[in-house]
């Protein structure tokens, strides 16, 4: 068994840049926003950087493919720049290079950046289209809340849930991530809403309606890793260090094989339970302080506390409507409003949940600051509830 | 003896009250009003007429046993409507039906009788030994102007029929064809629309002067008289045209067969042939003498004797359950919308359809992609779509293994499902999920022919031949399998 990483690796500086509509903004914009906010909290200069990953999902727009532009745009001095994407899990995957070159001893501090510019594209929603030469000639042409709507199907046919108790609960869970991103300045959506306005709200895909939806948002985020040695050495107190970062891919097994009952999520059940042993949480209900959830549709949160272990299997309905998740229950859930209303640039995701994590770990969260988180969790998710990449990340306070 | 052994059909589910298009159409021609009665039969957004055919097909009993040890199959696909003016689609279709390449296919145009003319070659290349077995396939889905005499008299769909000398129902006795070039209308090949010449002179110039002196020639090769024809079978979409044809040559006027016009409407080269079965499924007895009339450029007249088989024929694939299978369709938008005679906002999304075909791909998987073939582990038995080196069966992983196993038949059920109004189809919203089969496998693929409310899960399906979607850029239809209920499905 591999040793992992618990603690080898400290993050050095984040920074994010405002989530939202940028329409006054380039991907390059974003990545200077969000790398400059990270290089002046590591308090290092550009050169002392060994190495970066970058990540982004869609090339057809934003910034295309490569390192080159992340390079360019920061005229990084000509270190390695390796461009990763790994559907909406891009983040976590840019974050796991730096983290892993730290680990290793190639690089003593190492940068993560993520960026999608996504409101280029001319339209709501995210840009369809299916990969490669054969998929899109016969696999079904679906949406994103298309694809992640199929889990209430299945989820209400296991659990025996009728629609207007599912319907409510994740309502419930939307309610929360606005009410937790009307007090983030850097979120995309900062509305509250009632559980009225997420009942009613026109139907995307049965049963997601409009507020089931996260947002679709331009934006950008930056994550400096070093040693726990190196991050003492500059004078870091009260150190964020890494716990475990593992991430579990579906091998075609749930989409083409009679196993899977399209209720769950394989590979996060799977990369959770590597990550707590990686982390050395054997309770995890009782030991996570906070999460972010890939709550890309509320209905993929729901379900996802369970396959966390966070909620018993069939109970998660039941614990968001008990506030478990709320901002004032056990484990807040989305402190920072979460995809759904920080917003989803996609590349940038992964690392955007870590900022949160890593600014209440060290008490700067602001007006939505937790009382004394010590370990945060972020659950980073890629392509559809049959096939996808679950990337799950725990970082808490260096002991 | 060489004749008919077996008939199928497949009519679009969806029926076009007239009532609707004589609606929208009355402020302008207010003589429309009188055709405003019955319905017609009208494909849906991813029907045309090489799928109908597909399904047609699927309908003939035993359609994809061959005969004898080293089959000599011959298939023929008549169309005027065919997708495409250079591929063959017949081998679309054939593909589709998982035939051996081993094969002839044939593609019949360019007339309204091609669909009675791909019969006659079928016959004679049966009889004279060139093939011990083959397959008639006539299908159409006629464009129209918006406010035609064709909008409202045509149906779509597709006739299939099955011709050997072992278990014959109906056996040839004569053929004649009249070949005239007699202009009733004409489609030029870059056009989109027909141009046709007045009702009057086409029945008593054309109908009247072409087809009777061409059944009595195939009355007297067949040694009968027309006093003896019990089934007169001919379409015309000109009121009571036929009747007189029929009292010309001597045809008892109890003989001439209904033309479905008031629930299906005339549906091109497919409908003799699906008038054909309509009779043998529902009026003809053993003995009785057939006429077939298809009528375009001339006419065939293929003359037919019900044989004791026909006792045994089955039932559920021909028009009677075809025309079971129905959903009242009110909205003529929606007609509009379905065959592009609207210049209709589609939405960015739409245009995610205008990809480029990977035709190398299209070829190497072309088992997959038209006849729905996946694999069947021979280590571990698991059935799996599509087939892959690698076997699915997490227990299993065996590489190498796999030999082809079709599911287009296969029971399935749906696992999960959404209705998404999201993603561009031009039927929302679009209906699509996983399905799993009874005895392994699954895929997520589109639905089709469903309604709001009527998925649920653990419905069971089947599967039916469709448009995937169109390249309109590049003018390539992409075809796949979609689940429609099975409660609605009778393949």
């Known amino acids: ?399 | 003896m060489v004749g008919i052994t077996g008939y199928g059909v497949y009519l679009p589910r969806l029926r076009l009250a007239r009532a609707a298009i004589v609606d929208a159409h009355v402020w302008a021609d207010p003589g429309l009003r009188s055709k405003a009665k019955g319905e017609r039969t009208m494909c849906n957004w991813d029907e045309d007429s090489v799928t109908m055919g597909v399904e047609a097909a699927r309908r003939l009993p035993h359609f994809d046993v061959p005969i004898g040890e080293q089959p000599s199959r011959a298939l023929y696909f008549a169309s005027t409507t065919a997708p495409f003016a250079d591929r063959q689609n017949a081998a679309i279709v054939s593909t589709a039906l998982s035939f051996p390449e081993d094969l002839a296919t044939v593609d019949i145009g360019a007339s309204q009788r091609a669909g009675t003319s791909a019969l006659i070659q079928a016959l004679a290349a049966v009889r004279g030994g060139t093939f011990e077995d083959a397959i008639v396939i006539a299908s159409d889905k006629r464009r129209t102007r918006a406010a035609s005499a064709g909008e409202l008299a045509f149906g779509d769909g597709a006739a299939a029929l099955r011709v050997g000398c072992d278990g014959v129902i109906a056996t040839l006795r004569s053929v004649h064809t009249a070949s005239v070039d007699f202009i009733d209308h004409f489609r030029g090949s870059a056009e989109e629309f027909d141009y046709g010449w007045e009702e009057r002179w086409i029945r008593d110039e054309g109908l009247a002067k072409i087809v009777p002196p061409a059944v009595a020639k195939a009355l007297a090769k067949a040694g009968t008289t027309a006093a003896d024809v019990a089934h007169f079978i001919m379409p015309s979409t000109i009121a009571r045209a036929v009747d007189g044809i029929a009292k010309t040559i001597g045809v008892p006027g109890k003989a001439v067969r209904d033309n479905l016009g008031e629930q299906c409407g005339e549906t091109g080269v497919a409908h003799p042939l699906v008038m054909l079965a309509h009779a043998l499924e529902n009026h003809v007895r053993v003995g009785d003498i057939i006429v077939v009339v298809g009528f375009g450029q001339g006419c065939d007249v293929i003359v037919l004797e019900a044989m004791p088989a026909l006792a045994d024929h089955p039932k559920n694939g021909g028009v009677n359950a075809a025309l079971a299978n129905r959903q009242a369709e009110t909205n003529y938008q929606k007609f509009l919308a379905f065959n592009d005679l609207i210049a209709l906002e589609k939405g960015m999304r739409a245009e995610r359809d205008d990809y480029k075909t990977a035709l190398t791909v299209t070829y190497r998987r072309r088992d997959m992609l038209l006849g729905l073939v996946g694999g069947r582990c021979t280590k571990c038995g698991t059935l799996q779509f599509p087939r892959a080196d690698v076997c699915v069966n997490p227990q299993c992983r065996a590489t190498h293994t796999q030999e082809p196993h079709g599911f287009r038949d296969a029971s399935a059920k749906v696992l999960t499902w959404s209705a998404d109004y999201l993603t561009y189809t031009a039927d929302p919203p679009s209906h699509y999920g996983m399905i799993t089969f009874d005895e392994g496998g699954r895929f997520m693929t589109d639905f089709t022919d469903v309604n709001v409310g009527d998925v649920e899960v653990g419905m069971a399906v089947h599967l039916v031949f469709r448009i995937k979607s169109i390249d309109h850029q590049r003018g390539f239809v992409r075809y796949f399998w979609k689940a429609v209920p099975a409660r609605i499905a009778h393949a």
């Open chain 1, 1 to 399: 068994m591999a040793r992992g990483i618990k603690d080898k690796v400290a993050i050095l500086g984040m920074g994010c840049s405002k989530f939202g509509e940028r329409w006054e903004s380039g991907a390059e914009e974003l990545i200077v926003e969000a790398f400059s906010e990270a290089i002046g909290d590591a308090g290092i200069d550009v050169s002392e950087i060994d190495a970066a990953w970058f990540s982004t999902h869609y090339e057809e727009i934003n910034v295309g493919k490569g390192g080159l532009p992340l390079s360019i745009t920061l005229r990084l001095p000509n270190i390695a720049v390796t461009r990763v994407e790994n559907f909406c899990a891009s983040g976590s995957e840019a974050f796991r290079g730096a983290v892993y070159a730290v680990a290793s001893g190639a690089c003593d501090i190492a940068l993560a950046v993520g960026v999608e510019k996504l409101k280029d594209t001319g339209y709501g929603g995210l840009p369809g289209g299916l990969g490669g030469t054969l998929t899109p000639q016969w696999s079904a042409n679906g949406s994103a809340p298309g694809n992640f709507a199929q889990l209430a199907s299945a989820y209400r046919a296991k659990h025996r849930v009728n629609r207007d108790d599912l319907k409510r609960a994740i309502a419930h869970v939307s309610v929360k991530s606005h009410a937790n991103g009307a007090k983030n300045p850097k979120a995309h959506l900062r509305k509250a809403i009632t559980e009225a306005d997420a009942l009613n709200a026109p139907m995307i895909a049965e049963p997601l309606g409009l507020f089931d939806c996260c947002g679709v948002s331009d934006g950008a985020a930056a994550a400096i890793v070093t040693t726990p040695e190196i991050a003492r050495r500059l004078g870091k107190h009260n150190i964020v260090s890494v716990k475990a970062l593992q991430l579990s891919l579906s091998n075609g097994s749930e989409s083409g094989h009679n196993g899977w009952d399209g209720s769950y999520f394989h590979t996060a059940r799977i990369a959770a339970a590597k990550a707590y042993k990686e982390a050395g949480i054997d309770r995890p209900r009782d030991q996570v302080s906070m999460f972010e959830c890939h709550d890309c549709f509320s209905i993929t949160e729901l379900v996802t506390m369970e396959d966390l272990q966070l909620s018993p299997e069939g109970g998660a309905i039941k614990d968001v409507m008990d506030g478990f998740y709320d901002a004032d229950g056990q484990i807040p859930c989305q402190i920072d409003g979460g995809l759904k209303c920080f917003g989803h640039p996609i590349g940038a995701s992964g690392i955007r949940m870590l900022y949160e994590m890593y600014l209440q770990l060290q008490g700067r969260a602001g007006n939505r600051q937790l009382a004394s988180p010590s370990i945060g969790m972020t659950h980073n998710l890629g392509g559809s509830p049959m096939s996808n990449v679950a990337a799950v990340c725990i970082v808490g306070a260096l002991d």
